[in-house]
């Protein structure tokens, strides 16, 4: 599976983005998604996940109500959808696909990876 992730950006507090990940190499419907980000010196940390078909989706506490993933499997496109948007989102969003039986909150549960896309949020 490649993944290809865009629409980050700088944004102020308060504002909002969207990203998108695109996904190829294998049949889209057939795996779950991610988003994860990462700060300088800190460890990636999970974002949010949304199952194959789209009806189950999670979130880290920190996102909740803020954050919002859907999936288009039409597309083979997984989006993130941010709003009220704040300084400690600040970080590289990373899409991630395919979890394993492990926690979906841990890095190593994901076989696939982006590149990385920047949201910079101004205060």
């Known amino acids: 599976v490649q993944l290809q992730a865009s629409g980050g950006g700088l944004v102020q507090t308060g504002g909002s983005l969207r990203l998108s990940c695109a996904a190829s190499g294998r049949t889209f419907n057939t795996y779950g998604m991610g988003w994860f980000r990462q700060t300088p010196g800190k460890e990636r940390e999970f974002v949010a996940a949304?199952?194959?078909?789209?009806?189950?989706?999670y979130y880290a506490d920190s996102v909740k109500g803020r954050f919002a993933i859907s999936r288009d499997n039409a597309k083979n496109t997984v989006y993130l959808q941010m709003n009220n948007l704040k300084p400690e989102d600040t970080a590289v969003y990373y899409c991630?696909?395919?979890?394993?039986?492990?926690?979906?909150?841990?890095?190593?549960?994901?076989?696939?990876w982006g590149q990385g896309t920047l949201v910079t949020v101004s205060s």
């Open positions: 949304i199952r194959r078909g789209g009806g189950d989706t």
């Open positions: 991630a696909a395919v979890w394993s039986s492990q926690s979906i909150t841990v890095v190593s549960a994901w076989a696939y």
